[in-house]
């Protein structure tokens, strides 16, 4: 019920996010969603890609600063309101976001977000018929 993200730690400099897309372009690996929270001194370029097992495991032999996590990526309809429904479905059964990000993906609003209690989040994606969307779902979008 969870995507693999990975989350890059990078120089908050010029050209430190080009190596990190220039391994991923070089070993053929598609991104489907990123962002980058950013600080004075780095940034955290977080990203959901075709292959993420492999890109870790490029990143790395790059010399690139990488780490995996699992998030949690819902489906919601593209009408204005969606995402505020949905987070005040995990409000109230008082479940924190650590972080989210959404886009548009065909006729859909996708939300991705990472929490402190996934087991909680996923009993309440479930008994709130809330629509996940597993790796594999996103990937065949690509």
């Known amino acids: 019920m969870t ?5 890059i730690f990078i120089e908050n400099r010029s050209g430190t996010l080009i190596k990190v897309l220039e391994v991923l372009k070089q070993a053929d690996i598609q ?3 990123s962002t980058i929270a950013d600080t004075a001194e780095y940034g955290i370029y977080r990203l959901i ?13 790059a010399g690139v600063a990488v780490a995996q996590s699992d998030v949690f990526a819902i489906e919601l309809d593209n ?4 995402a505020a429904d949905a987070i005040e479905t995990f409000s109230k059964a008082g479940i924190s976001i ?3 990000y959404s886009f548009l993906l065909g006729a859909k609003g996708i939300l991705i977000f990472r929490t402190d209690n996934a087991e909680q989040a996923r009993e309440t994606i479930i008994s709130n018929n809330l629509k996940y969307i ?3 779902d996103l990937i ?3």
């Open 79 to 82: 009408q204005p309101g969606r």
């Open 3 to 7: 995507i693999n993200q990975l989350s």
């Open 98 to 100: 650590t972080y989210m």
């Open 49 to 61: 890609c075709s292959e993420p097992l492999r890109a870790f495991e490029e990143l790395k032999k």
């Open 134 to 136: 597993a790796e594999s």
């Open 31 to 33: 991104i489907i969603a």
């Open 140 to 142: 065949s979008y690509v």
